[in-house]
């Protein structure tokens, strides 16, 4: 009768870490990849952004796209987490605050409606905000 306990009472914890695994450490872990997908895709793309005069409008439009959906990644990672887990498991993996990803949210945004319209300085400032917020910084 004993084993039969045990054996019920590791299944059960076993479903019960998958299950707090699929709900909160999955979901945190794909966000943390998608802040450096971000970080990426800033660095890659500051040569349009940062010149707009050294490319075409095609492939501005091109890196407007790709911003923005970056930013609705991030806004849909930040919508789906439990707020109470993510709080909680933010301070092991050293994850920005809710707010801060809904900011930089908006600064993604703002520079995917900029890239066409050669605005470097406040794209700049908006992506300094993002490197923040985010807490990444690029070391060049």
């Given amino acids: 009768m ?3 306990l045990t054996a019920s009472l590791t299944i059960l914890v076993a479903v019960i870490l998958f299950i707090l ?20 895709h800033l660095m890659y793309f500051a040569k349009y952004y940062a010149n707009p005069t050294k490319s075409n409008l095609e492939q501005q ?9 970056m930013a609705s990644k991030l806004y849909a ?19 920005p605050t ?11 945004i703002f520079i995917s409606n900029s890239v066409t319209q050669g605005k470097p300085i ?16 690029f070391f060049v």
């Fill in 77 to 95: 990672y930040s919508v789906s987490i439990s707020p109470k887990a993510y709080y909680f498991l933010r301070w092991f993996r050293k994850m």
């Fill in 122 to 137: 406040e794209i700049h400032n908006s992506r300094k905000k993002i490197e923040k917020l985010l807490r990444f910084n």
């Fill in 21 to 40: 695994n699929e709900l909160t450490l999955k979901p945190i872990s794909e966000m943390r990849k998608l802040i450096g997908e971000v970080a990426y």
């Fill in 61 to 69: 439009i091109g890196v407007g796209n790709e911003l923005r959906d």
């Fill in 2 to 4: 004993g084993e039969i």
């Fill in 98 to 108: 809710l707010t801060d990803i809904q900011k930089s949210v908006s600064e993604l």
